[in-house]
């Protein structure tokens, strides 16, 4: 479907089908290629675990064995998640936490190693944007992106590979960021955000790799979560032409793939940037704030 044909009724008909498969049901039926026990005995930490990718990602380690801890800013969205996941006889913890706080990362560490066990694998999903046109950004705005995006993920990372190094153990860490090589206009915050996560996950995976830390990331284009429908109907119009498959990926898709780099099926890549977007750093345009008139 062409992006100047959705508008609308249409529009809001598209972008729900798209979010069919953003359900804990959908994703926890959902196929996939591992096999049951592949992170069995293994503590995995997911990040923005309550909703979307995040929640994707945690549903799907717990489908595959591991004991997952998953933290964000909103208990009740946690609760939710990790009701779900126990139903079906998965463990799982939930716990708010604030990423752009250091002193509260700290905490929230010490109390998985405590409460629940040393962490083996991190997946920092916890992020968010508003879009905008970059010239109108304000300082708070700016900030506020660059401190969630950029700092708190720093702060994860940071601190899990330093309780590894104090144990004498290994780790794994996925950043999950943005598409970065091509830019994405109206959200310029987060792409300067998580192209500093990219620089750093690049650099430290060489600092890290004689303490047997592993640092990678995954970038997802354009992917069907709740998170789509907080952009502006002029953006929303651009959605089906962000790539050559003109459809977002999944919840389930990202998710495969962040397994991909946290699992053994992985371990001689480090270092790397995992692009997950149906081709759209080949072809494609994601105006999130609305094509202007020059580009029409």
């Excluded at 801890?69 to 609760?79: A, M, N, P, S």
């Excluded at 708010?96 to 083996?120: H, K, Q, Y």
């Excluded at 109108?136 to 994860?156: E, R």
Aim: charged share 20%.
């Amino acid at each position: 479907m062409e992006a100047d044909s959705v508008s609308g009724g249409a529009r809001e008909d598209w972008l729900q089908q798209q979010l069919a498969n953003n359900t804990p049901e959908a994703v926890w039926a959902a196929p996939t290629v591992y096999r049951d026990d592949l992170l069995a005995g293994q503590t995995v930490v997911v990040s923005g675990g309550g909703s979307g990718i995040g929640r994707a990602v945690a549903l799907l380690c717990a489908r595959l064995g591991a004991h997952v801890v998953i933290c964000g800013r909103t208990q009740e969205k946690l609760d939710a998640v990790t009701a779900f996941a126990r139903e079906r006889g998965a463990p799982m913890h939930a716990y708010s936490v604030n990423v752009r706080d250091a002193e509260a990362v700290d905490a929230l560490f010490s109390r998985i190693t405590d409460e629940v066990g040393m962490p083996d694998i991190v997946i920092n999903n916890a992020g968010g944007q508003f879009a905008a046109d970059a010239i109108d950004f304000s300082p708070n705005g700016w900030n506020a992106v660059i401190q969630n995006n950029l700092n708190g993920t720093w702060f994860m990372m940071q601190r899990a590979a330093r309780g590894w190094r104090d144990a004498d153990r290994g780790g794994v860490i996925v950043n999950v960021v943005v598409v970065t090589d091509r830019g994405m206009p109206g959200v310029a915050h987060t792409v300067a955000a998580r192209a500093g996560i990219i620089g750093a996950s690049s650099t430290v995976a060489v600092e890290w790799a004689p303490l047997g830390i592993r640092v990678n990331c995954i970038a997802p284009g354009l992917t069907a979560t709740e998170g789509l429908l907080v952009y502006p109907p002029e953006g929303q119009r651009e959605f089906p032409r962000a790539n050559p498959m003109k459809r977002p990926g999944t919840p389930m898709e990202i998710a495969e793939s962040c397994v991909y780099l946290a699992a053994p099926s992985a371990q001689f890549v480090t270092g790397e940037v995992l692009t997950v977007d149906g081709g759209g750093r080949l072809w494609g345009e994601l105006w999130t704030n609305g094509r202007p008139d020059w580009y029409g």
